[in-house]
Structure formats: C-alpha cells, structure tokens
Nanobody, 126 residues
Framework: QVQLVESGGGLVQAGDSLRLSCARSGRTGSTYAMAWFRQAPGKERDFVAGISKSGSSTDYADSVKGRFTISRDNVRNTVYLQMNNLKPGDTAVYFC???????????????????WGQGTQVTVSS
C-alpha cells in the first residue's frame, strides 16, 4: 500500500513563495509518476503539475507555468512543488497523487491516479 503525506502549506501574501512536499511511504522499491492537483472551495479538483518516474519529464497547467516547478528526489521518495509569485487565485487545498508503477509519465486526468494524500491548505492573501 502506498501512503502520501503533503506538507508545507500555509498562509502567505501575494507575491510570496512556498514549497510543498509530498512524502511517499510503502512500496519504496518502486517509483511512481506523480502529480499535484488543487481544489478551491466550491470547485473541482484541477491538475497543477506532473512529473515522470525518472523526473526527466514534467507538465504544468497553463495557469502556473513559469511560476511553479515540480521536482522529485527518488532517494527520499519525495516530490516537491516550488510555488513562486503566488496569487490569490492559487488559494486551494493542494493534493499529491501517484499513478500505479506501470505508468512512467504523469497524466492531467484525476482518474489516472491511484493514490492520494490528504491535502495541504495554501491560502494567498492580496
């Protein structure tokens, strides 16, 4: 069984930066394509960024391109989301997700992911 735990959320002002972490436990002998999604109040959960098993391929939602960077450390089984120049529209609960080990690349589709963390709140004030 795979468990994902997010951390690093908080309350910041517009223009500030945050780094989210997603630590994976269970089945540590395998690697997984990973992604970050976010869900704002009253809205659906949306894709933010994804990274391949090796880390060589990444994908981003248009709304965060140039501001957010996804990365991973396969030794520590951790995925990161560096968020710069945060905007009030980035306010949401951020979720980490993992695809089953057979998939090398991330997907933008929520249904493609098999494991989810509990989420971490990011609030950006204007």
């Amino acid at each position: 069984q795979v468990q994902l735990v997010e951390s690093g959320g908080g309350l910041v002002q517009a223009g500030d930066s945050l780094r989210l972490s997603c630590a994976r436990s269970g089945r540590t002998g395998s690697t997984y394509a990973m992604a970050w999604f976010r869900q704002a109040p009253g809205k659906e959960r949306d894709f933010v960024a994804g990274i391949s098993k090796s880390g060589s391929s990444t994908d981003y939602a248009d709304s965060v391109k140039g501001r957010f960077t996804i990365s991973r450390d396969n030794v520590r089984n951790t995925v990161y989301l560096q968020m710069n120049n945060l905007k009030p529209g980035d306010t949401a609960v951020y979720f980490c997700a993992a695809r089953e080990a057979g998939w090398s690349l991330p997907s933008t589709r929520e249904a493609s992911y098999d494991y989810w963390g509990q989420g971490t709140q990011v609030t950006v004030s204007s």
